[in-house]
């Protein structure tokens, strides 16, 4: 059966310090991966998907960029965490074309910028 | 424009009460994709359904059920005689095939009370 892990599960980070989210799926190959976050009293905001290794679009343009250096690892980075950067990090991935099948999500990473 | 509208942000009721969740949605495409996922207090999301543009058919899955009409751009759900084990955040989202992009609704959060 197919695993999705995410770590560290909880982070609490300065402002301006570095950030690097990992995400790996196990029972798969060539998942599609999402991260997601999710603002308190917010719905999920899709940042970055990938369809392949080195294959990363972004949804939103600001300073957090997301890599994909193995089939089933994705990493979500930032040079420099904003406060707004606070909120909880989702993994996901899905098996068919992006987007149009379900997703499979990974239990969170709950970040804090003070 | 694109969007996903679940209006209720919060919904209490007495346990064995029939619920049901709304979701509204809006696209231009003709081909698309709605879904229903949990958010327990745990935080990881679970995929509840999937439905295509073209599958108007209702769904039952046990307490569960689905209520999926074009013409009034809705996808609602119901859980019939609800447990204590319902209560979670629940979002609706909507996967747009000519965007290639999902977006999910705010959430509506769910309290069964026993």
């Known amino acids: 059966s197919q695993t999705i892990h995410q770590w560290p599960a909880t982070l609490v980070q300065p402002v301006g310090s570095p950030l690097s989210l990992e995400c790996t799926v196990e029972?798969?190959?060539?998942?599609?991966l999402y991260w997601y976050r999710q603002a308190a009293g917010r719905g999920l905001q899709l940042l970055f998907y990938?369809?392949?290794?080195?294959?990363i679009s972004s949804e939103v343009p600001q300073n957090l960029s997301a890599s994909r250096p193995q089939d089933r690892q994705f990493i979500l980075s930032s040079k420099k965490l904003l406060l707004s950067d606070s909120g909880f990090y989702l993994c996901?991935?899905?098996?068919?074309?992006?987007?149009?099948?379900?997703?499979?999500f990974g239990p969170g990473t709950r970040l804090t910028v003070t | 424009a694109q969007k996903v509208t679940q209006a209720q942000t919060e919904i209490s009721v007495v346990e064995k009460e029939d619920v049901t969740l709304d979701c509204v949605y809006e696209?231009?495409?003709?081909?698309?994709?709605l879904f229903w996922y949990k958010q327990p207090p745990s935080g990881e999301l679970v995929f509840l359904i999937r439905?295509?543009?073209?599958?108007?058919q209702n769904e039952i899955s046990g307490r569960y059920s689905w209520n999926f009409q074009k013409s009034t751009s809705s996808f609602n759900f119901t859980i019939t005689a609800s447990q204590v084990v319902d209560s979670a955040v629940y979002f609706c989202?909507?996967?747009?095939?000519?965007?290639?992009?999902?977006?999910f609704g705010k959430g509506t959060r769910l309290h069964i009370l026993p």
């Open positions: 996901a991935w899905s098996a068919g074309l992006a987007g149009r099948d379900e997703q499979y």
């Open positions: 696209t231009r495409d003709t081909t698309y994709y």
């Open positions: 439905r295509n543009s073209f599958d108007e």
């Open positions: 990938s369809v392949g290794i080195g294959q």
């Open positions: 029972g798969t190959s060539n998942p599609n």
């Open positions: 989202a909507l996967f747009m095939n000519r965007d290639d992009k999902i977006i």
